[in-house]
């Protein structure tokens, strides 16, 4: 229960975190608000996928490790 409970944490977290570059930032303060909320939302969504890519590489290796130990 407390591995769900931090996963779900960690990914809000991760989520409302401000995941623009410092360089990004500088170049969408000069133009629109909804341009830089976009870029915000693209650099999150690219973010996740490597995340999900290596839990469920982790998830099917400790799957096979107790299959075989039991």
Same mark, same amino acid.
């Given at each position: 229960?407390?591995?769900?409970?931090? !996963?779900?944490?960690?990914?809000?977290?991760?989520?409302?975190?401000?995941?623009?570059?410092?360089?990004?930032?500088?170049?969408?303060? !000069?133009?629109?608000? !909804?341009?830089?909320?976009?870029?915000? !939302?693209?650099?999150?969504?690219?973010?996740?996928?490597?995340?999900?890519?290596?839990?469920?590489?982790?998830?099917?290796?400790?799957?096979?490790?107790?299959?075989?130990?039991?």
């Amino acid at each position: 229960m407390k591995k769900y409970f931090l !996963s779900i944490v960690l990914f809000l977290i991760a989520y409302i975190a401000n995941a623009q570059c410092a360089m990004c930032k500088a170049v969408v303060e !000069s133009g629109d608000v !909804s341009q830089a909320e976009g870029l915000n !939302s693209g650099i999150l969504y690219l973010m996740v996928f490597p995340y999900l890519l290596v839990g469920a590489l982790l998830y099917f290796i400790i799957k096979n490790r107790r299959k075989k130990k039991i």
